[in-house]
């Protein structure tokens, strides 16, 4: 049952973090996208086509996430400023880890992660991770625990081994270190198992594989129960990824999570309103902080045409077309069903705020929204929100010529129309500026 030969090595793993579960086909989309590329990618996924998305935690969320679930963790708190930390670590108890929080890994070689035995070394420390540059990432939050005495380091995840359509669970006496190491250096060092949903992993079935892996005598009943408890997380959590790296035994024979990486199934939100907490908005650019307010689905992109579109697949198309004509999109917008006045207000005034926007294309098929509520939509948002950039329509669908007669009157310069999509394409792309 371990020791699984065809499970394939690294796939694509979670980009910010080097020392990511060995996956097997796992993925993850951060939402903190660095490149056009995952930015584009999010539009995709969010649009519900070919991937899913993913939240990547940061490590205090993902232990206080493990705790949920009766993970072990070490006492300990978030602080944003040196003062915080120190009222966190006389909370904590003496000597404390400072651990700088960023979505990236190596962060105890780069200096991200300190001990300190009082407040003056906190105060010190503190000081110098809050603001460091981390692999490009800048550390605005500090973890802050009581520190353990390490007896030994192991490695435990769970993920999806998308190819066997099974759980994975991945154990190894040898962590603390980079698993892709190990797993070059000292493949048999990783014990595996999958694990079938239907049967849930067994505390008999985590025993052997703690043993398996070689795991410290002393260890090995916590680090089943663990292992237990982890899977829940992971199952009931709608983890795409749960992984404690290092898993440490103390020098008093307790086991618990040192670390912690959890990547979200962003698909699964619906059912866990707690999530809610995790969205800290520190990653969102201006424009997508704007738009979550108003409760768009809105993925800023760098491009000069936004986009307004009926409906994840045509928002997508539209985007498609733009490129396709030779233009770039500044957004992707879903506005939904529900394609009322405000929401078309709510959608300009977001558009409006991102200065690279030239044209903004309005891409419009009705079906179950009407394209006469909409064209009264755009009417309404147009006497509320003063826009910058002008905008081409094409209308199509349910009542179309309705929706249409109501915008003649207002068609000027600035608001344009025209009869397909390709052609409004052309027109937003030429009003943008032409082709890049
Ligand atoms: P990463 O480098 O970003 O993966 O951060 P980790 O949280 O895994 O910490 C890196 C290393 O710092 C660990 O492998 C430990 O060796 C060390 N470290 C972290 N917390 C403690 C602690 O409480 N006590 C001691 N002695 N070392 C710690
Ligand atoms: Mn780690």
Not at 361 to 389: C, H, K, P, Q, Y
Not at 403 to 417: N, T, Y
């Amino acid at each position: 049952m371990t020791g699984v030969s065809d499970v394939p090595s690294r796939g694509v793993g979670p980009t910010w973090l080097p020392s990511s579960a060995l996956d097997a086909g796992h993925r993850a989309t951060p939402i903190n996208p660095v490149t056009r590329t995952n930015q584009e990618n999010d539009a995709r996924s969010s649009a519900g086509t070919e991937r899913e998305q993913s939240v990547d935690l940061y490590e205090y969320q993902g232990k206080q996430y493990f705790a949920k679930f009766g993970i072990p963790i070490s006492p300990g708190g978030a602080a944003d400023t040196v003062d915080e930390a120190v009222a966190q670590a006389d909370a904590a108890g003496y000597p404390v880890v400072v651990k700088a929080q960023v979505k990236v890994g190596g962060r105890g070689k780069a200096g991200g992660i300190q001990l300190a035995d009082d407040a003056d070394a906190v105060r010190r420390h503190a000081a110098a991770i809050l603001g460091m540059d981390i692999h490009g990432h800048t550390v605005r939050r500090l973890w802050i625990e009581n520190a353990s005495d390490i007896a030994r380091e192991y490695y435990a995840s769970f993920t999806l081994d998308r190819a066997a359509k099974l759980h994975l669970c991945m154990v190894s006496a040898k962590g603390g270190v980079e698993i892709e190491e190990v797993a070059a250096t000292d493949p048999d060092a990783i014990s595996r198992l999958h694990v079938d949903p239907v049967d849930g992993l067994s505390e008999q079935a985590a025993a052997a594989l703690v043993a398996d892996a070689g795991l410290d005598d002393e260890a090995r009943p916590q680090a089943a129960a663990l292992l237990v408890k982890l899977y829940h997380c992971y199952v009931e959590g709608d983890c795409d990824l749960a992984e404690i790296n290092p898993l440490i035994l103390t020098t008093d024979g307790r086991v618990h999570a040192l670390d912690a990486k959890v990547t979200l199934d962003d698909n699964a939100a619906y059912r866990h309103p707690e999530w809610d907490d995790f969205a800290g908005d520190e990653e969102l650019d201006e424009r997508e902080k704007l738009a979550r307010e108003k409760g768009l689905n809105y993925i800023g992109l760098s491009g000069s045409v936004g986009i307004i579109a009926n409906g994840a697949g045509l928002a997508m198309s539209t985007l498609d077309v733009v490129t396709q004509v030779g233009g770039t999109a500044a957004n992707f917008l879903d506005i939904g069903g529900g394609a009322n006045a405000d929401v078309m207000a709510a959608a300009l005034d977001v558009i409006n705020s991102d200065a690279a926007v030239r044209a903004i294309f309005v891409n419009i098929f009705g079906g179950i929204t009407r394209v006469d509520e909409v064209a009264n939509g755009v009417v309404e948002a147009l006497r509320r929100v003063d826009i910058r950039s002008p905008i081409v329509l094409r209308l199509d669908g349910t009542n179309a010529e309705a929706g249409r007669a109501i915008l003649a009157e207002h068609l000027s310069e600035k608001l344009v129309m025209e009869p397909t999509m390709l052609a409004a394409a052309r027109r937003a792309v030429a009003l943008a500026g032409g082709e890049k």
